[in-house]
């Protein structure tokens, strides 16, 4: 049986783009508020997203290529799909790392960033740890008992349980979420400064 994994995220992705657009698009309101953030901040937060994603990708790409698998690529009910190649029961070892690893390699990616000296803040570092976070918060949610959830995987092809899993993984999340909070460097992560005449931030997508 080979283990087929679809992208869920495709929504988030679309948000962001959104965001991105809207912060193209619409008109500066203020001089100081064009000034309160890097020009298409929006647009650099969601390719910084959009690259977790592709790496969680690509890791299951490797994983299964460095392993002896042949692994493909096509669609399940109409869903984007990855296929690992291996046989869930012959190989149960391979298929455990193949669906593993796009998590962990996004959970590396993101200590990496916390952790490695540098000038913290551009959107598109942004945008990669929103993904890693966002993404393991599918999966130890909403994500956790599809049918082709890496979470189910890992459990049918390990000791662990699902409940583990989403302990290990929504733990990890949530310690990089409470790093990035009480890092002024990140600070005011998902919103974008309002106009200084109108004070507070602003959330969402404005229509004009």
């Given at each position: 049986?080979?283990?087929?994994?679809s992208?869920?995220?495709?929504?988030?992705?679309?948000?962001?783009?959104?965001?991105?657009?809207?912060?193209?698009?619409?008109?500066?309101?203020?001089?100081?508020?064009t000034?309160?953030?890097?020009?298409?901040?929006?647009?650099?937060?969601?390719?910084?997203?959009?690259?977790?994603?592709?790496?969680?990708?690509?890791?299951?790409?490797?994983?299964?290529?460095?392993?002896?698998?042949?692994?493909?690529v096509?669609?399940?009910?109409?869903?984007?799909?990855?296929?690992?190649g291996?046989?869930?029961?012959?190989?149960?070892?391979?298929?455990?790392?193949?669906?593993?690893?796009?998590?962990?390699?996004?959970?590396?990616?993101?200590?990496?960033?916390?952790?490695?000296?540098?000038?913290?803040?551009?959107?598109?570092?942004?945008?990669?740890?929103a993904?890693?976070?966002?993404?393991?918060?599918?999966y130890?949610?909403?994500?956790?008992?599809?049918?082709?959830?890496?979470?189910?995987?890992?459990?049918?092809?390990s000791?662990?349980?699902?409940t583990?899993?989403?302990?290990?993984?929504?733990?990890?999340?949530?310690?990089?979420?409470?790093?990035?909070?009480?890092?002024g460097?990140?600070?005011?992560?998902?919103?974008r400064?309002?106009?200084?005449n109108?004070?507070?931030?602003?959330?969402?997508?404005?229509?004009?």
């Open positions: 049986m080979k283990h087929p994994r992208t869920h995220l495709a929504v988030l992705i679309l948000t962001l783009a959104a965001w991105a657009l809207e912060a193209q698009t619409s008109p500066a309101r203020d001089s100081a508020a000034a309160a953030r890097p020009p298409h901040y929006f647009r650099g937060m969601a390719a910084g997203f959009a690259a977790s994603i592709l790496g969680h990708e690509a890791a299951h790409v490797a994983t299964s290529l460095a392993l002896g698998g042949h692994v493909t096509g669609f399940d009910k109409g869903r984007p799909t990855v296929y690992s291996f046989d869930v029961n012959k190989d149960p070892h391979k298929q455990f790392l193949f669906s593993s690893m796009g998590l962990n390699a996004q959970a590396a990616l993101d200590e990496a960033i916390l952790d490695v000296p540098h000038n913290r803040g551009a959107p598109f570092e942004r945008g990669v740890l993904g890693g976070i966002a993404t393991a918060l599918f130890v949610t909403i994500g956790r008992t599809a049918s082709v959830s890496d979470v189910d995987f890992m459990a049918r092809t000791s662990l349980s699902k583990n899993i989403t302990l290990i993984y929504g733990g990890v999340a949530l310690l990089h979420t409470l790093r990035i909070s009480r890092d460097h990140y600070a005011n992560f998902f919103v400064p309002a106009p200084v109108e004070g507070g931030m602003k959330i969402g997508v404005h229509f004009d």
